[in-house]
């Protein structure tokens, strides 16, 4: 049975509309956090529905760290200068300079990552499979791995998000895509460090 107790607490921990929240519940029976990846999916599913739309606005963000070694610049971009101007939007680009900062992304997406880092990545895990005895087909799939691994591992939107690791950053934008209903995605982004 989905209270309104249920609905409430789906709604502080997810942000989303009360009709969606009960929708969320009743289709799982009432379990919050079933509730929660449900709405992750449906997130997620909405914002490549999204994906598509022209964003001719956004925001820039700066990180500084406190020990001011590290610096980030991170260009976020929407679809209406509404949504822009949002505080929810200007603490999203905020989160994502942070989380640039915490983990030094080398790329925005996973097959944005340098070939040429990736190459020279394969001559060394060749030369450790080869020393391992590792050959022929099983050296292809462990290879496949790990650039799969090295690739997501090194791109923002696939990292783990550093204040919630149970969601991508990817996920984690999705989640402010259902809510503010727009196309949002990270344009650029550079980061210094001393």
């Known amino acids: 049975m989905v209270t309104l107790e249920l609905i409430k607490e789906l709604r502080a921990k997810t942000g ?8 969320a519940l009743t289709e799982v029976g009432g379990d919050i956090e079933k509730a929660i990846d449900q709405l992750k999916k449906q997130g997620l599913a909405k914002a490549l529905k999204k994906s598509d739309r022209e964003t001719h606005e956004g925001a820039i ?4 760290h406190s020990n001011s070694r590290v610096g980030v610049l991170v260009k976020l971009v929407c ?7 949002n505080e929810s939007f200007q603490a999203l680009a905020r989160d994502i300079a942070m989380h640039i ?3 030094n992304p080398k790329c925005t997406k996973p097959e944005d990552l340098d070939q040429a880092l990736v190459d020279r990545e394969k001559a060394i895990w060749v030369e450790q499979l ?7 087909d099983m050296v292809s799939k462990i290879m496949a791995g790990k ?7 090194s791109a923002l939107l696939s990292q783990a998000f550093i204040k919630d690791d149970s969601m991508t950053v990817e996920e984690y934008i999705a989640t402010k895509i259902q809510v503010m209903g727009e196309n949002i995605q990270v344009a650029e982004f550079s980061r210094v460090e001393l």
Do not use: N
Not at 61 to 64: Q, V
Not at 130 to 136: M, N, R, S, V
Not at 147 to 153: C, F, N, V
């Open 16 to 23: 989303v509309g009360v009709v969606d929240a009960k929708k």
């Open 61 to 64: 963000a700066s990180y500084i």
């Open 79 to 85: 679809e209406t200068d509404f949504v822009s101007r």
């Open 101 to 103: 900062a915490a983990m």
């Open 130 to 136: 080869t020393a391992e005895g590792k050959t022929g």
């Open 147 to 153: 650039e799969d691994k090295l690739r997501r591992e």
